[in-house]
């Protein structure tokens, strides 16, 4: 960027960063105050500025981006002293620059208005993990040019391991994240790997890290998060006592467990939730609950998804399903499925979850791999106050409410030595 004449001081564990534009996806994750952010906008004007381009700038929730990504462009302008040669426009946001070059702000709350881009070569998504999975998806195909190379930058705070960002980037490949965190940069495929820490920023004022410091007395997990920036559990386990186990060893006990404690779930869904089918058994006397059998998928409309568990139309098993889909509970009964609406009352989602909380152990097999992912690391969502509200979670989980509907009619005995029974409908 000599011939521009810009000069810039950064921070070194970016620079590298900065002119890196070998891989298709670059994956950020760092702590609080790390300077993440501020590398990445600054990445993208030194492109802009030198190649023609059009770059997209994405968040979850657009009206969060005038306070965040378009106040750093800003900042960033200024300070090199480019506010004459690049205009910001506030309606609709926009940066253009004097070769052609363009970023625009889209939300992805409002994907009706993503339609509308075309010929974007560089997506910059902050704040990643608080996008859905479907969007990321989404976004990738609106990454598209004719002639110029294609880049994805994802940006982001470490969230829960459940987190659909850790499960592309790091458990779908077998990526240990421990490695990231020792080597501080890696290049895996075609993914760009950066860790970064508040110790990277030396422009940070030095109160700022001890206050992050001051987390790890008081607010574990937030200091595993702003300070160490890594990934992990985020607030309290729903369901601690969960665990999984090979698939052979799961239907071992479960062919010893009766017919009549075998059960089935359905969560309906389509477009960004999903169809969930579980199967469970349930060990009466130990309070044990298996997991052994799950489908799940979207995207599926009924006939379709009729084909894929016409096994349960021989089986004759009962199905207990989300009440509040009744036209398609009649579909699948007029398709010969033996199905049911699951009870639905005001209260009924913390009493059902309190309900599954009473197994002493929930054992699922190895093979139910979306189940895992929703259930084994699942957290409550918690108010302003940070009071956890014991029937939302971090997620929607819809493994977990098949499991709530296949336990309809069932009860759990408590620790206080409550009798449990079972109902066959």
Not at 88 to 109: A, E, W
Not at 270 to 299: D, G, M
Not at 342 to 365: D, E
Not at 372 to 387: H, M, Q, R
């Amino acid at each position: 960027m000599d011939e521009l004449n810009i000069e810039k001081e950064v921070n070194p564990h970016f620079e590298d960063f900065l002119f890196d534009w070998l891989s298709k996806f670059y994956f950020l994750v760092g702590g609080y105050g790390s300077s993440k952010s501020y590398h990445v906008a600054l990445k993208l004007i030194l492109k802009l500025l030198g190649e023609k381009r059009t770059a997209l700038v994405v968040r979850e929730v657009y009206d969060t981006i005038r306070d965040s990504c378009f106040s750093l462009f800003e900042e960033i302008i200024t300070d090199l002293e480019l506010d004459d040669q690049i205009k910001l426009v506030t309606s609709p946001m926009q940066i253009r620059f004097p070769n052609g070059s363009k970023i625009i702000f889209k939300g992805m709350d409002k994907p009706q208005k993503l339609k509308s881009v075309h010929n974007v070569s560089i997506i910059w998504i902050e704040e990643c993990s608080e996008l859905k999975y479907e969007g990321f998806k989404e976004l990738i195909g609106r990454l598209r040019h004719p002639n110029l190379a294609l880049h994805m930058i994802l940006s982001t705070n470490p969230v829960g391991k459940g987190n659909w960002t850790f499960i592309h980037f790091f458990k779908n490949i077998g990526l240990d994240d421990e490695l990231l965190y020792n080597q501080r940069t890696l290049r895996i495929g075609n993914t760009y790997y950066h860790h970064s820490l508040a110790d990277d920023n030396l422009f940070l004022p030095h109160s700022y890290i001890e206050q992050l410091d001051e987390f790890k007395t008081y607010d574990p997990d937030k200091y595993r998060i702003a300070r160490q920036g890594r990934f992990g559990i985020n607030g309290i386990i729903v369901l601690p006592q969960f665990e999984v186990q090979p698939y052979e060893l799961v239907m071992q006990a479960v062919h010893g467990i009766p017919e009549s404690m075998k059960k089935a779930g359905f969560d309906f869904g389509f477009v960004t939730s999903h169809n969930a089918l579980l199967r469970i058994a349930i060990h009466h006397e130990k309070k044990w609950l298996y997991i052994y059998w799950e489908y799940y998928k979207n995207q599926m409309t009924d006939d379709k998804t009729a084909e894929d568990i016409e096994e349960f139309k021989k089986t004759r098993e009962l199905i207990k399903a989300d009440s509040a889909e009744p036209k398609t509970i009649q579909y699948f009964r007029q398709q010969g499925f033996r199905i049911q609406g699951a009870k639905k009352f005001q209260g009924s989602r913390l009493q059902n979850t309190k309900k599954v909380k009473r197994f002493k152990k929930i054992i699922c097999a190895d093979t139910c791999v979306n189940t895992i992912s929703e259930l084994k690391e699942l957290t409550y969502k918690v108010d302003k106050d940070g009071n956890i509200i014991e029937d939302e979670f971090s997620i929607d989980p819809h493994t977990f409410s098949a499991i709530w509907y296949a336990l309809d009619g069932y009860e759990v005995s408590d620790l206080k030595g409550g009798k449990g029974f079972s109902m066959q409908v």
